[in-house]
């Protein structure tokens, strides 16, 4: 079982929709967690962080924990074109000169028009 | 301009070759990091640095080599280059422990 986990669809959503991208991780003490976006040819960018101890909202996008099923979910509201790319999630784990985020492999988001 | 810049963009090398990536940041960030983001696979994490002289495997660090000499610099180095190791590099920095990472551009490498 990998570390972190995710669909890597292509989910497709039409615009307007609300499109869901989850992600599970499987050490129960995570405490952290990453939302990163990834235009084709492009680096990774941060959408959005969450801590364990609550769900978050920013603009059009909500990150929200479900610690008893281990999964993080990513909500984006009135679904754009150019919302298009890959999400990449990711937890913090410690190392042993500091934290380090471990990957999922993406989930590639198409929001058609 | 502030940031954090990888160089070269696009290296095409033979096999058995020794290339090296460059990472530059201007933000003084303690830590660093080295990808590889290859299809289904995700960014896999090769090494990260704390701080100058502090270097820590990742997950994928066979057949590299890191160093760091000066906190703005934090050069990949393969030495002798596999058709395997073809893959985008993505180098990325952060400062103290809940910051983010941000990444560079990229560094796409094709080994023949």
């Known amino acids: 079982q990998k570390e972190v986990e995710q669909n890597s669809g292509p989910l497709s959503v039409p615009e307007g929709a609300i499109a869901s991208l989850n992600c599970t991780y499987s050490?129960?003490?995570?405490?952290?967690f990453f939302w990163y976006r990834q235009y084709s040819g492009k680096s990774p960018e941060l959408i959005m962080f969450?801590?364990?101890?609550g769900d978050k909202e920013d603009g059009r996008f909500t990150a929200q924990l479900n610690k008893a099923s281990q999964y993080v979910s990513l909500l984006i509201r009135d679904s754009q074109p150019s919302d298009s790319a890959t999400y990449l999630c990711?937890?913090?784990?410690?190392?042993?000169?500091?934290?380090?985020?471990?990957f999922g492999a993406g989930t590639i988001l198409r929001v058609k028009s | 301009d502030a940031g954090i810049t990888q160089s070269p963009r696009y290296k095409i090398t033979e096999t058995g070759r020794q290339v090296t990536l460059m990472c530059h940041q201007t933000?003084?960030?303690?830590?660093m990091f080295w990808y590889r983001q290859d299809l289904g696979h995700g960014l896999r994490l090769i090494y990260y640095?704390?701080?100058?002289?502090?270097?820590d495997k990742g997950e994928v660090p066979d057949g590299y080599v890191v160093s760091r000499s000066k906190t703005e610099n934090f050069p990949l180095t393969l030495e002798s280059a596999t058709r395997s190791q073809t893959s985008v590099y993505f180098c990325?920095?952060?400062?103290?422990?809940?910051?983010?990472?941000?990444f560079g551009d990229g560094t796409r490498l094709s080994i023949l």
């Open positions: 990325a920095s952060r400062g103290q422990s809940n910051q983010p990472q941000h």
């Open positions: 050490d129960r003490g995570s405490q952290s």
């Open positions: 969450i801590y364990s101890n």
């Open positions: 990711a937890v913090k784990r410690d190392g042993e000169y500091g934290n380090k985020l471990v």
């Open positions: 933000w003084s960030h303690s830590y």
């Open positions: 640095s704390a701080a100058a002289d502090i270097t």
